[in-house]
């Protein structure tokens, strides 16, 4: 089984490829991002408690997206591979991450990084919000809470990722057909 993460900071396309890349290739989208929202739109405990972080632009606890990610994992079993987005945003998430495929057998196959600029980070995010309603894409407050913990705790899994030789970076400046092309060259 393949299991590609791709990686990048807020509002850099992850989502974007990955249904694309689902189309293409026919590999199972799991986005955290998605799954939290599904939660709170049902108003679930864990939807509750996720709300408030996400709209502050914090993240949300590790153990609760990891056991989303197994969930995934242990749901479906018969896709041909896993295009993981928004996931992980933590080294603890990483190593959970390794620890969770090693117990099944598995490995990681690659990481796909999509570099932008933080001030793209900001165009592309006020360009989102025109479009889809999310709370945390509407406030530059929120906005730069958002890029502040990319670096702070979601950046450090670059090197994690490049001390085990599973990295990749694409520069991801410009028409989504040409970014596509490029994340797209470094999946089966
Ligand atoms: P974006 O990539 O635009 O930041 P996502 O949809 O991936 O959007 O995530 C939205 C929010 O959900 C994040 O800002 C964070 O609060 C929460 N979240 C998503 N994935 C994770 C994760 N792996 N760990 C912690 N929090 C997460």
């Not at 996720?50 to 990891?66: H, M, R, S, T």
Request: proline residues 4%; aromatic residues 8%; hydrophobic residues 35%.
């Amino acid at each position: 089984m393949k299991y590609y993460v791709l990686f990048g900071p807020p509002g850099a396309g992850k989502g974007t490829f990955a249904k694309m890349l689902v189309e293409n290739k026919g590999y199972y989208h799991i986005s955290t991002g998605d799954l939290l929202r599904k939660e709170i739109a049902e108003g679930t405990p864990l939807g509750m408690q996720a709300k408030d972080l996400i709209e502050k632009g914090n993240l949300v606890p590790d153990e609760v997206v990891c056991g989303m990610i197994r969930q995934q994992f242990d749901s479906n079993p018969d896709v041909r591979g896993f295009l993981l987005d928004g996931f992980p945003r933590t080294v603890a998430q990483a190593i959970a991450l390794d620890e969770m495929l090693t117990d099944m057998g598995e490995e990681l196959t690659r990481v796909v990084s999509i570099h932008i600029t933080d001030e793209e980070v900001r165009r592309r995010i006020k360009g989102r919000a025109l479009v889809e309603n999310r709370a945390d894409d509407a406030d530059d407050d929120i906005i730069t809470t958002r890029i502040r913990n990319y670096h702070e705790k979601t950046e450090p899994v670059i090197q994690y990722y490049k001390a085990h030789d599973k990295y990749f970076e694409v520069e991801a400046h410009g028409t989504i057909d040409e970014n596509y092309a490029k994340v797209s060259a470094l999946i089966d």
